[in-house]
């Protein structure tokens, strides 16, 4: 009988302790979307990626992250761009996906990063291969057991090949250009020497 209620009380504290959780986590992204409505710019409505930059470095909670990398979809290529490669962007990416929580919050940031990932237009996947993302998008995402994760996954891969290949491709480009210059022109005699003939 002891056992039995001990067990009973071990369970209950474990709902109240998951209940509490639940709680502070809603209270984070309220806090969140608070933080957003504060700091956004009051002619676009939308915050700077230098501060959503910021909020992410300092978020905890997956579905916090997932609401920063909703915010992120928004902001300009050219700038998120800029950011993967002077701070770090796609690491931070990349940590997120490492440190999710195996639940719906877990899934919905993984979804989240997924698509920010095909929002970033890349100049090239050295800063991704840098970062380790390809290695995590294949060795956490590929075989995700919701289809959603594993479609999303695959689209950021196909896009992350077409780069490759169109990298190869002016590198090689680039190669045969400077090998044609290289090379002597051979010499073509003038077209009065060869009447003369």
């Known amino acids: 009988l002891r ?3 001990k067990q009973r009380e071990q ?3 474990k709902v109240e302790e998951d209940e509490e959780e639940r709680m502070v986590r809603r209270e984070e992204v309220k806090a969140v979307w608070r933080q957003l409505a504060d700091l956004a710019d009051a002619q676009t409505g939308k915050c700077s990626l230098r501060v959503l930059h910021k ?3 300092e ?3 997956d579905r916090v992250k997932a609401v920063l990398a909703q915010q992120l979809l928004g902001c300009a290529g050219e700038e ?3 950011y993967c490669i002077d701070r770090h962007l796609l690491g931070m990416l990349n940590g997120w996906v490492l440190e999710r929580r195996e639940n719906a919050e877990g899934v919905g940031l993984v979804s989240s990063v997924l698509r920010l990932l095909l929002r970033i237009p890349l100049p090239s996947i050295r800063h991704v291969r840098l970062e380790g993302l390809h290695d995590t998008l294949r060795i956490h995402c590929a075989d ?4 959603s994760v594993r479609d999303l996954a695959e689209q950021v891969a196909k896009k992350w090949v077409a780069l490759t290949k169109k990298s190869a491709q002016a590198k090689s480009a680039a190669r045969r250009a400077a090998v044609s210059e290289a090379q002597p022109k051979p010499m073509i005699a003038p077209p009065a020497a060869v009447k003369a003939r």
């Open 144 to 147: 995700h057991e919701q289809k």
């Open 3 to 5: 056992d039995e209620f």
């Open 80 to 82: 998120l761009v800029q």
């Open 11 to 13: 369970a209950r504290e």
């Open 55 to 57: 909020l992410s470095l």
């Open 59 to 61: 978020a905890t909670s």
